[in-house]
């Protein structure tokens, strides 16, 4: 399984003949393996990487750390399933360390994403401190290379 699993995150789109014969399996099981992963939740859906540089020039991603509260009986859960509602949201994770919580957004502007931090997070209850980090390029997302060469612009001087 863990194999197979490797496998689709590289290429979600490989077909279940393409996925058996990398694996050395029949078709039928590579199937049904996938359809239990599924079922059970280890696969939640599928995705693709995309170069925002190209699709979308006017989009804006940040990573915030927030440092929270933890509530009684929920400790981070709630707060972070509240935020996980929030369509710009992209992802939401518990971290060690300073921070508490990491979340990954999306929006149209640094004027957007900065509005979203004073009036939606910074705003919640449990909410003690936010650090916003701009992404300014990606170079690799998901294990897939998106700069298909990363050059080196300080040049050679002899």
Known sequence: MKELLQLLKQNARLSNAELAAMLGRDEATVARQITELEETGVIRGYSVIVDEELADKDE?????????????????????RMISTFESVESVTLMSGGYDLGITITGTGLRDIASFVAQR???????????THFVLKRYKE???LIQDEISDERGVYL
């Open 60 to 80: 804006v991603s940040a990573y915030i750390e927030l440092k929270v509260t933890p509530q009684p009986d929920c400790g981070f859960d709630e707060l972070a």
């Open 121 to 131: 997070l910074a705003t919640l209850n449990g909410v003690l401190s936010t650090r």
């Open 142 to 144: 998901k294990g897939i």
